[in-house]
């Protein structure tokens, strides 16, 4: 936070602390309170703090976009005031706190500073913070892809699916069967693990059985908040190598044997 910002905070900040201490230094009910005290008496702990006053103040964004505010203060570790920004208007949560609340409600400038900060003022400053936060980053499309252990003799193939670069964290994967149902049996998932960049993955692995291995594909199916629909990729099985092999002998012996007999057919009709 650059000097001017944080100049400004900090004046901001002794306003509200002035104003409080002013309301309370003229309110009998807390005429043995040390918040009446000079605030860095109370630092340097000259005097002995007895007492804790506390506000609470909070503005955020809904899940539709629209902003909301609240503030709140609390006199040992109870409920004092509130303040609702949305109606404009002072509550006290118990009888003695209502001096404060008629103090608040007629300063008609304050009300106005009030309403501006949280509605305004406090979104700035959450944006400030939100660009230095590692938690906030623009959304990432997974990158998907699949890779498979092979098989050792007649064994089963594991087919992992590799999720990863992906933002925020929450993300749903599947592996699906012929029929496009999410399958159970034979799937092991890892947990989802942070990259260095600030994105994620996620692996997720099926067993497949030796019988299906020649005939059966199944897909992964990723599901992320980044994209409008889903990415899903295939893994079908790959042929015996020896089989293909003997296939194309077997065509090709076959194109030979046609070629040679054709040839003969036609050298015998020439002849006769």
Known sequence: ???????????????????????????????????????????????????????????????????????????????????????????????????????RETDLEDLVRLVIHYESGCIRWLKKLLQFSVTFREPKVPAVSLFERPPHGNSEVEVTCHVTGFYPRAVQVEWLGAEGLPMVDGVSSGEVLPNGDGSYQLRKSLTVPQEAQDTQSYSCLVLHSSIAGNITVTWAPKKNLANVLMAIVIIVSVVLILTVLFKYLVRRRAVA
């Open 1 to 103: 936070m650059n000097t001017p910002t944080r100049t400004c905070y900090c004046k901001y900040d002794n306003h509200n602390f002035n104003f409080i201490h002013a309301v309370l230094h003229r309110s009998p009910s807390f005429s043995s309170s040390p918040l009446h005290r000079n605030p860095r008496d109370l630092v340097s702990e000259k005097y002995p703090v007895d007492h804790f006053y506390q506000a609470h103040g909070r503005c955020g964004w809904k899940s539709d976009g629209t902003t909301e505010a609240f503030m709140s203060h609390a006199y040992d570790g109870k409920d004092f005031v509130s303040f609702d920004v949305s109606t404009r208007t002072w509550t006290a949560a118990v009888s003695h706190a209502v001096f404060y609340k008629r103090k």
